[in-house]
C-alpha cells in the first residue's frame, strides 16, 4: 500500500514538471542579490554582485522623489562588511591592524581621505579655486566700493577673502652653510618671531629626539623662493611640546622651550621634563666659539605648555604649564610663584597690557591669573573662568584683550568676550581629537587660521565666521605627518611678503598671498 501511494507521488510530480509549473516556479524566484529592506545572507552579499531588473522603475503608487532618495541613499552598515560604493557591493572585513590584513576599517578609511586629498589637490593646480561666497569677484567689489554701497572695512575684509582663495603652493628651496642639514629631517614645529624676520624650527631626528634650528626669511622674495637654515649642534632626547619666542636683552633675543618626560629606550627608568632658555644667536652663521651657552634650563615634572610676559610690571617672566599647577619663573633672580590646579595646563598666554596670565586645561576650564599676587590657598585667585566640553589646546588673546580665542580636543573653536564670560562666535569645521594644535589669528587681514588634525589647513573670516578656504596637505596625512604653518603679511620683515608658510614632512611651502 505505501509502495503505491510513493508512485503515485512521483507520478504526479513528473506530470507537474511537464506541464512547466516547475520551470514557471523557478522563473520568479527573487535574485540573491540586496536591496532595502531584504535581509540576505553575508555570505551572498560577500560573493554575489547586485542584479538590476531591465524595467525595474517605481510602481504606480510610489512617489518618485522617494524611489530617487531610496535608490541614492548609502547602503547599509553591516557589522564586520564593508560597502565599497565603486564596486557596488561588499566585501568581509578583517579583524585586526597588522600588515597582512589586506582589507581593514583603518585602511579603508585612510584610502578615501588620501583619495579626497588627492581630488582636492588637483583642483587647485588646475586653479579651480572658487570662492565661497556667490558672486564674490574683484570686479564687482570695485564697482561696489565706487558707488559706495560698501565700507572701507568691508572692502577690505572682501579683498582678503579673495586672496585667500588665489593663494597657490610653491615649494621653498632651504639652503644651509651645512649641506647636511637642510632637507634631513621632518619638520614638527615653526614659530615666527614678532617681525616675521625669522622662524624657530623644531626638527625631528632619525635616532629619536628633536632638533633646533633658525630660518632666515630675508630671502623669500617675489621672485626667488630661497631661504637660509641655521642649525645647531644642541639637540635633545625628549619630545619638544611647547615653543615661544622670548624678549630678555632684546625683542626676540630668546626662545623658551618645555619638554615632555620621554620613557628611556629600556623602558623602565624616565627622565622628567625640562625647561629651556636658549638664546637665539646660538643659530648663527658666526664663530661658534663666539656664541653663549643656555642661558638656563632646569628640569620639571611632566610640562605642557609655556608663554613669555611683555608686561614691565612682570618683566623677564615666562610661565609653564605642568601637571596640575603653574610655575612664573624670573629668569633674572630666579624667583618662581606656583598655583596649583585642579587639571594639567595644556595652552598658555600673556596680556601684555596688565600682568595676567589666560590659562586652557585640560579639564576644559580657562582661568586666568594675576601674577602680581601671591600664591594663595585654594583657588581663590582664579579671575575669569571660562569653560570648554572638552580639553582646551589651544588660545590666543586678541589684540584689545577684550576677546579670547580657544580651540578644544572636540573640535570646537570659540570666541569668548571676557568681560561678559560668554561665547560670542563660534567658527565650524576644525577637526581635532586628542593632538595640541595651535591657533593663528591675523587680526590686520581679519582671518583665523588653524591646522587640523587630519592634515587640512582651514582659513575662516573672523568676523562672521565663514569657512573661507581648506588646504589639503601636499603629503598623505598621518599622525607624524600634521602641517606646522606661519601666516604673515610682511613674512621677511616689514618689505617682506605676504602668504603663509606651510612646514610638512622635510619641506617648505609657500602660498603666495597677493
Partial sequence: MFALRGEMRRSYRRGKERRGWSSHKRSHQPHRHWRPGHNNRAQSLEQEEPQTPVNAGPSSNEDPSSSSSMQNSVAPELPGFYYDPEKNRYFRLLPGHNNHNPLTKDSIQHKAMECKRLRLLEEEEKQHQKTTRAGLNSSVLLQKRQLGSLSPTSYCRLVHELKVNCMQRRKIEIHSPDSSVA???????????????????????????????????????????????????????????????????????????????????????????????????????????????????????????CAWCLNPQADNCFSTGLTRRVLVTNVVTGHRQTFGTSSDVLAQQFATQTPVLYNGCRSGEIFSIDVRQRNRKGQSWKAIRLFHGSAVTSIHLMEAEHYLMAADMAGKIKLWDLRTAKCVKQYKGHHNEYALLPLHVNEEEGLLIAVGQDCYTRIWSLQDTHLLRTIPSPHPSSKDAIPSVVFSSRLGGSRGVPGLLMAVKQDLYHFSYN
Fill in 183 to 305: 632637507g634631513t629631517n621632518n619638520f614638527k614645529i615653526i614659530v615666527a618671531d614678532v617681525a616675521c624676520e625669522r622662524i624657530f624650527t623644531v626638527n625631528d631626528v632619525e635616532h629619536g629626539g628633536c632638533k633646533y634650528g633658525i630660518i632666515n626669511l630675508s630671502g623669500l622674495g617675489k621672485e626667488s623662493l630661497t631661504v637660509e637654515m641655521y642649525d645647531n649642534l644642541y639637540f635633545t632626547n625628549r619630545k619638544v611640546i611647547s615653543v615661544c619666542w622670548a624678549s630678555l636683552t632684546h625683542p626676540d633675543s630668546h626662545f623658551s622651550l618645555t619638554h615632555f618626560s620621554k620613557l628611556c629606550l629600556m623602558g623602565i627608568a624616565e627622565t622628567p621634563g625640562c625647561a629651556s632658555l636658549l638664546p637665539a644667536s646660538l643659530f648663527s652663521s658666526t664663530n661658534p666659539g663666539d656664541r653663549p651657552g643656555m642661558l638656563c634650563s632646569f628640569k620639571i615634572s611632566t610640562a605642557w605648555s
